[in-house]
């Protein structure tokens, strides 16, 4: 069993940054891809960028690419969201989770992931 807690949201001007952190407990984390989710207010949850549990592959949705980072660090049971040049539509509570291998490097659908956090709320003023 694997248990996630994200930390680092907050309140940010348009353009500023923040590093979003995930901590995780549980042996079997450094063999699970990694996947940071985003929900915002009224609209449904949507993925947001992945890593691959070797942290060989990364990938993300194509309104972040360039401005934000996934990383991690298994020896310290860690992942991370990068997060720069923010903009109000950035806006949303964002979400760590973790999915089992099951023979892919990472994991875009939400269905595929086994290990959820509670979230870290993150606002992006204009």
């Known amino acids: 069993q694997v248990q996630l807690v994200e930390s680092g949201g907050g309140l940010v001007q348009a353009g500023g940054s923040l590093r979003l952190s995930c901590a995780a407990s549980?042996?079997?984390?450094?063999?699970?891809?990694v996947g940071w989710f985003r929900q915002a207010p009224g609209k449904e949850r949507e993925f947001v960028a992945a890593?691959?549990?070797?942290?060989?592959?990364?990938v993300y949705v194509d309104s972040v690419k360039g401005r934000f980072t996934i990383s991690r660090d298994n020896a310290k049971n860690m992942a991370y969201l990068q997060m720069n040049s923010l903009k109000p539509e950035d806006t949303a509570v964002y979400y760590c989770?973790?999915?089992?291998?099951?023979?892919?490097?990472?994991?875009?659908?939400?269905?595929?992931?086994?290990?959820w956090g509670q979230g870290t709320q993150v606002t992006v003023s204009s």
């Open positions: 989770a973790g999915a089992k291998n099951r023979g892919s490097l990472y994991y875009t659908r939400q269905s595929l992931y086994d290990y």
């Open positions: 549980g042996r079997t984390f450094s063999s699970c891809s």
């Open positions: 890593i691959s549990w070797n942290i060989d592959r990364t």
